[in-house]
């Protein structure tokens, strides 16, 4: 049997070094071993955020990471604007719903991204916001909202803080927290972090600690003030999992090695051949260029089911990629390029694309995509090689 191309946005591959490093032998949670891995891992975190800030690690899934943003930010009754651009926003708003918070939707077109006047606009008609949840890339349709923007706009023109869902971005786009204004960033292990999934990613800003502290809203497992003085102490509130802490400490560090301007340049080059490829198929793109995410490319094809196409692609050539969600479940296809990903993997995963085109559609579409994904490639290394001449 072949190896599956697993090239959904997320969980994605793991590197065998960060699959090496998770074999190790157990520890003990509270030993001095585990005390140590903590604090090795803390000075690899920030820059991935962007941040000068300590990152919260938490057992849990990337919802999770959405929930203890939103209990530590805001409590029953306050007014919150969540922009809902897919299927993560909308996940955004139902938990600050099911916490009872007064819950503002600013929604937007799925495929298309928030816009930051009509953000302004809503915030100058709704004085009363206090915190503004944002998703940067929405990984249900591969949009790249432009979160720098949004959150001038929310600094600008109200006093709200700015919570945002970095899931699918951090690691794999640049995340600048700190420079950006972003209050809280969260993000998931099992997507450009390259681990499986289990880890939930928190950093906090010297703004919303103050605000945390005096937040009453219950909260019990996800109340971050237990997470900041575990972590003084190179620790965790409860029992952490300690072979991700492992695996965690090798992915970040693979980061390191390659360098973050780097592995930035080669998410937006994964991006580009992955829709150059698409385009010379024939194969519509639900995000226009300007706001297409680096790490997720979402595809509508116009004359034949996307359902099927996936079907064909993973039972054929062994080619796993996601369908689409909510109302876009039977209508698109989303093509993960992130974490431990290459563009070589890229020129594999078009190849078998093609091949299962021509199965599906009798169209001899061999090398076309290929073809325009190489061309990309090879400018990408043309201008890497005059810049470091």
Known sequence: MFSQQLRIPGPTPVPPRVQRAMNHDMVGHRDEETKQLIHSIQPLLPPIFGTKQDVIIIES??????????????????????????????????????HQFKTHRLNTTWGEACSPDELKTYLLGHPNIQVVFLTFCETSTGVLNPVKELAKVVHEFSDAYVVV?????????????????IDVLVTGSQKAL??????????????????????????????????????????????????????????????????????YARHRVMRDMTRKACKALGLPLLAAD?????????????????????????????????????????????????GYCSPNDVLLCIGLLETGLSKLTGADTFGIGTKEAEKEYFRFISQNKEENA
Not at 165 to 181: A, I, K, Q
Not at 307 to 334: F, M, P, S
């Open 61 to 98: 899934s990337g919802t999770g990471a959405l929930e203890t943003a939103a209990v530590n930010m805001a409590s029953a009754g306050d007014e919150v604007l969540v922009a809902v651009t897919g299927a993560f926003g909308d996940r955004f708003a139902a938990i600050c719903e099911a």
């Open 165 to 181: 869902d970095g899931v699918s971005s951090v690691g794999g786009t640049e995340s600048n927290m700190d420079e950006w204004g």
């Open 194 to 263: 390259m681990l499986p999934p289990g880890l939930a990613f928190v950093a906090v800003s010297e703004r919303a600690w103050k605000r945390i502290e005096n937040n009453s809203h219950p909260r019990f497992y996800f109340d971050l003030s237990s997470y900041k003085k575990a972590l003084g102490e190179d620790s965790t509130p409860f029992t952490p999992a300690v072979s991700l802490l492992f695996g965690l400490k090798e992915s970040v560090t693979l980061i390191a090695e390659e360098g973050l301007e780097n592995v």
């Open 290 to 338: 300007e706001f297409a995410s680096p790490t997720i490319t979402a595809v509508k094809p116009e004359h034949f089911s996307a359902k099927q196409l996936k079907t064909l692609l993973k039972e054929n050539v062994n080619l796993n990629v996601a369908g689409g969600q909510g109302h876009l479940a039977d209508e698109i296809i989303r093509i993960g390029h992130m």
